[in-house]
């Protein structure tokens, strides 16, 4: 025993030591996992990059096709077409083709206002009951002692780096008379068919989300003939820009909002696969979940307003909707989390890894609200086993 120091100073100087080691590691396995998702982001934003090359690229070979046929003479002014005109989307030799009929499910839609929508359950989240757990939050509490410190990470992500062209180039493509030739020739060959578009887009009114995926599938195909879809609706003064947007995002949100969810409950952890990538891989799913429905959340109430406005069915946003299922398909993702450590801690006394599965749990419980039966009943074997190695290893 070193000189000066008694058993009980000699003892405490150890836990101490021991308190700072593990304190240490825990925010070195934070700092691993802060690097990793910001691999993630400049992956994504790789991909992002590729994909906005990749559309100049295609709008380019196509203004490049247009370039080819002879040059005539470009006119300042072009003239709205009239709807006598003939319109048909192959040949202008052919005759006058019969107005476009819309799709059955078009056919069938009544004047009269829509039916209200059938009530949506008052459950809290989704479509099931949920209820708080104190054990988590107690259990969670008595592991970690005091609260963790979290530091936002510092270290920016460069941002998009947007693609540039010369003033001349850009010149050319602008004022290239093939460029606008094609734009009249698209005016006035599919003017009634545009204007046929623009009639049903203001007057759509939906009860479902997925009629709403329909029809914008509808619109794009209608308007995928257009050289340039903006700069032909411009000669259009009555198309409905804000409402034709408002229906195309709300398609698309639902649709990545769909995926998400499917993607949560198809997820499984493999015995054969190690623990520690299997829950990395869970924390990684739970990040992406938890950003989205906060972006949802975020914007709720200006975006309901709007889509009510525009007769978009808006109750998919609420937490009785779509949202609050998305919301408890986390809960499978806790199961899974709590289910493998409470296997893996048969075998092995890993403190750390009793951590990560209580820490991983109370995340999902704040976020949902409260735990489910099958959940509950993962916490409580899990608790069981981390009450063992809390008592052995000593609070």
């Known amino acids: ?38 691999t993630r982001l400049k992956s994504q934003i790789t991909a992002l990059k590729a994909y906005d090359l990749e559309r100049k690229s295609v709008l380019w070979k196509k203004l490049q096709n247009t370039m080819d046929e002879p040059p005539q003479k470009p006119k300042l002014h072009i003239d709205v077409p ?37 009530p949506l359950p008052s459950t809290p989240v989704g479509l099931k009951a949920v209820r708080r757990v104190p054990a988590v939050m107690e259990f969670y509490r008595s592991l970690m002692k005091r609260e963790s410190t979290y530091k936002e990470n510092k270290n920016g992500v460069t941002g998009l780096v947007p693609v540039t062209y010369s ?32 009639r049903e887009v203001e007057s759509a009114s939906f009860t479902k989300i997925s009629e709403v995926e329909t029809f914008v599938k509808w619109i794009d195909g209608e ?72 972006g949802v959340e975020r914007t709720r109430e200006g975006t309901s307003k709007r889509y009510k406005e525009l007769q978009i069915p808006w109750q998919w946003l609420m937490d009785a909707g779509l949202v609050g299922q998305i919301k408890l398909s986390s809960l499978k993702l806790a199961r899974e989390c709590m289910q493998r450590i409470t296997k893996e801690l048969d075998h092995i006394r890993d403190r750390d890894m009793l951590l990560q599965g209580v820490r991983f749990a109370f995340r999902v419980h704040q976020f949902v609200g409260g735990f489910d039966t099958e959940t509950i009943h993962a916490f409580e074997e899990l608790k069981k086993i981390g009450s063992i190695i809390k008592s052995w290893i000593g609070d």
């Not at 003892?11 to 101490?16: K, N, Q, S």
């Not at 009239?82 to 069938?108: A, D, I």
């Not at 003033?167 to 204007?195: F, H, P, Q």
């Not at 499917?262 to 623990?275: D, G, H, I, K, R």
């Open 1 to 38: 025993m070193p000189v000066g120091y008694d058993g009980a100073t000699v003892a405490f100087l150890r836990r101490e030591l021991e308190a700072s080691l593990f304190k240490i590691g825990s925010l070195e396995k934070e700092n691993h996992e802060l690097k990793q998702e910001t």
């Open 167 to 198: 003033r001349d180039m850009i010149g050319e493509i602008e004022n290239r008379s093939t460029y606008l030739s094609s734009i009249k020739s698209d005016v006035e060959k599919y003017g009634e068919r545009l204007n046929f578009v623009i």
């Open 223 to 294: 308007l995928s003939c257009l050289v340039d879809e903006r700069a032909v609706l411009k000669h259009f003064p009555h198309w409905p820009e804000r409402k034709a947007d408002a229906l195309r995002e709300a398609a698309f949100s639902y649709r990545d909002l769909k995926n998400l969810e499917t993607e949560v409950l198809a997820f499984e952890s493999y015995p054969t696969q190690v623990v520690f990538e299997s829950l990395r891989k869970m924390q990684a799913l739970q990040d992406r979940l938890e950003s989205r429905i906060s």
């Open 82 to 118: 009239v709807v006598n005109k003939p319109n048909s989307c192959y040949e202008e030799l052919e005759p006058k083709p019969p107005p476009p009929s819309p799709p059955q499910w078009l056919q069938r839609r009544v004047t009269a206002p829509p039916p209200p929508p059938p």
